[in-house]
Structures are given as C-alpha cells and as structure tokens.
Nanobody, 121 residues
Framework: VQLMESGGGSVQAGGSLRLSCVAS????????MGWFRQAPGKEREGVAA???????TYASSVKVRFTISKDNAKNTLHLQMNSLKPEDTAMYYC????????????????WGQGTQVTVGS
C-alpha cells in the first residue's frame, strides 16, 4: 500500500486549502481512512476520519470548518479545509487501514509522507 498526500501550502488566516491523498495497491472503497496532523513540539492528533460507508467523524477543533470525503473511483481521499486558523498549521498525514482494525482501536498501519500546511495570522 502506498499513500501520497498533496495540496498543502501557505495561506492567510481565513483561507482555504484542499488536501488530497491517493492510495495505490488496494481496493480503496473497503477501507477506513483518516487525516492526522502534527505541529512542531506537539503530539500527532486525529483530524477527521471516514469509513467504508462514508460515515465521517471530526475533531471538535475542526468540525464545521473541515470536510473529509473520498472518491472511490480515483482511490483518492480529500480534506477540504475552510476558515483556516494559525493553529491549524501542521504537517498533515493521511492514514488507511481495515475498518475492523480501526473499530478495535488498533492504530492505522499505512501512512503517507505528509504535506505541510502553514496558516499565517
């Protein structure tokens, strides 16, 4: 399995970015996927997740502002980020695993290399 993120960049507060994550080597639609982020000096945190039935969950800090979605035909996961804040600055990673493992609390086993998001004040 390979995951490749793109779409990061630098924006001013209030701006928008759309992250993408292309997965290869598997049948995309059968898996659960998530977006995580890690800021310098901070622990990695979950941002949003989507399961095989397209049920979504969000961290309270991004709810309403961020939208996770996936395009099964293109094996691509997206994260639309609106109303960005300086505290959203971080490296963003996508992750993937079997939904049964995710439901059991097992950490995601497949990760991308990350894409940097920087939000200026």
């Amino acid at each position: 399995v390979q995951l490749m993120e793109s779409g990061g960049g630098s924006v001013q507060a209030g701006g928008s970015l759309r992250l993408s994550c292309v997965a290869s080597g598997l049948t995309f639609k059968n898996y659960c996927m998530g977006w995580f982020r890690q800021a310098p000096g901070k622990e990695r945190e979950g941002v949003a997740a989507i399961d095989s039935d397209n049920t979504t969950t969000y961290a309270s800090s991004v709810k309403v502002r961020f939208t996770i979605s996936k395009d099964n035909a293109k094996n691509t996961l997206h994260l639309q980020m609106n109303s960005l804040k300086p505290e959203d600055t971080a490296m963003y990673y996508c992750a993937l695993d079997l939904c049964s493992w995710v439901a059991a609390g097992i950490p995601y086993s497949s990760w991308g290399q990350g894409t940097q998001v920087t939000v200026g004040s």
